[in-house]
C-alpha cells in the first residue's frame, strides 16, 4: 500500500464482521497496519446492534461476511438498510465471501451491499475497493 493512499485510512474506523476468529485477526492485522481502527463483530445480529447504536459516521464502512450463525450477512445488510436513521442505514457494506460466483456477488448487491471482496482476502482488492467507497 503506497504511503499517500495510507492517509486515506488513518484513525477511519471499520466494522469487521466474522465468525471465524482466524479470518478476523488476519483481516484485522491487514487493516491496522494500514491506520484503520478496526471493531469486530462476530455475527450478523452483532453488527446492526452496533451499528444501530453508533453515532453517524462513526464508522466508514463494514466487512461482512455472507455465512455465519445467528444472522447471516444478507439479512444483517437488509437490517441495517432498514434503519430509521439514514446516515447509518446508508453505510458502506462490503461482502467479504469465499462465495465469489457471480450469483453470489449479484445476491450481494440486491441486499443492498455496495461492493464483493473474495475471500481469501486479496489485499490489493480489498484497498481498491475501500478506497472507491471511503469518500
Known amino acids: 500500500i503506497e504511503k499517500n493512499e495510507q492517509q486515506t ?30 471493531t469486530e463483530a462476530i455475527n450478523g445480529k452483532e453488527a ?5 447504536n453508533a453515532n453517524d459516521n462513526e ?13 447471516d450477512g444478507y439479512t444483517a ?7 430509521e436513521n439514514m446516515e447509518l442505514a446508508n453505510i458502506p457494506i462490503i461482502a467479504m465471501t469465499a462465495n ?8 450481494a448487491f440486491e441486499s443492498g451491499m455496495n461492493g464483493h471482496i473474495a475471500k ?3 489485499v ?7 478506497k472507491q467507497i471511503i469518500k
Open 9 to 38: 485510512f488513518i484513525g477511519k474506523k471499520l466494522l469487521l464482521v466474522d465468525d471465524n476468529e482466524i479470518n478476523r485477526e488476519i483481516a484485522i492485522e491487514i487493516l491496522t497496519s494500514s491506520g484503520f481502527i478496526v
Open 48 to 52: 446492526v446492534e452496533i451499528i444501530q
Open 59 to 71: 464508522f466508514v464502512a463494514v466487512l461482512m461476511d455472507i455465512q455465519m450463525p445467528v444472522m
Open 77 to 83: 445488510t437488509k437490517e441495517i438498510r432498514a434503519l
Open 100 to 107: 465469489a460466483f457471480e450469483e453470489d456477488k449479484k445476491k
Open 120 to 122: 481469501p482476502i486479496d
Open 124 to 130: 490489493e482488492a480489498l484497498f481498491t475497493t475501500l
